[in-house]
């Protein structure tokens, strides 16, 4: 009897220690995120704290978000997403031309991406181009998408741009 008390803690203890050790090398597994995650990332940040008024701090955000891009655009040049927030995060810190400039790269290699066509869209409204504006609602028209909806609404002036 003593015997199998014995054999049963020892075997207890020993399915224990293996469970804790598996289950303690799982946990070291951990993902860094790329430069262009963590902008997309202090973008949404920045977009929630505009919505609050708190326009210092989603400046910062912005400017932040700013920065990890030219580091992403650096390591993995002209891809469409990258420059299309930096086209966004240069315009939202009042720098239109510059953004302008993005949002064209960007269009040179995807000619249909749908956030830089409605985001140049915005920029030219605000810039008081709403011809090109309507352009870029033309390339949109058949997307089925809410930029598209956006844009026009922009536009058509029953929704004012943030931008």
């Known amino acids: 009897m003593i015997k199998k008390i014995i054999l049963s803690v020892t075997l ?3 399915f224990s220690a293996n469970s804790f050790a598996a289950g303690s090398n ?3 597994t951990t993902k860094v ?4 995650a963590k902008a997309v990332e202090s973008i949404k ?4 704290y ?3 008024g708190k ?12 920065k990890l891009l030219i580091k992403s655009n650096k390591k993995k040049p002209l891809q469409a997403d990258t420059l299309n927030y930096l086209g966004f995060t240069t315009r939202k810190l009042g720098d239109y031309e510059n953004g302008e400039i993005y949002y064209l790269l960007g269009l040179k290699i995807d000619p249909k991406h749908v956030g830089i066509n409605e985001y140049l869209g915005e920029l030219y409204v605000v ?3 709403i011809d090109l504006a309507k352009e870029r609602l033309k390339i949109l028209e058949s997307c089925n998408c809410e930029e598209y909806t956006e ?3 922009i536009i058509d002036g029953t929704k004012k741009s943030k931008y």
């Open 151 to 153: 844009l026009k609404e």
């Open 45 to 48: 940040w920045a977009k929630k």
């Open 55 to 66: 326009l210092e701090k989603a400046k910062k955000r912005y400017e932040k978000a700013q």
């Open 127 to 129: 810039t008081n181009r």
């Open 26 to 28: 799982d946990t070291t």
């Open 50 to 52: 505009e919505k609050k």
């Open 12 to 14: 207890l203890i020993l």
């Open 33 to 36: 995120k790329s430069d262009y």
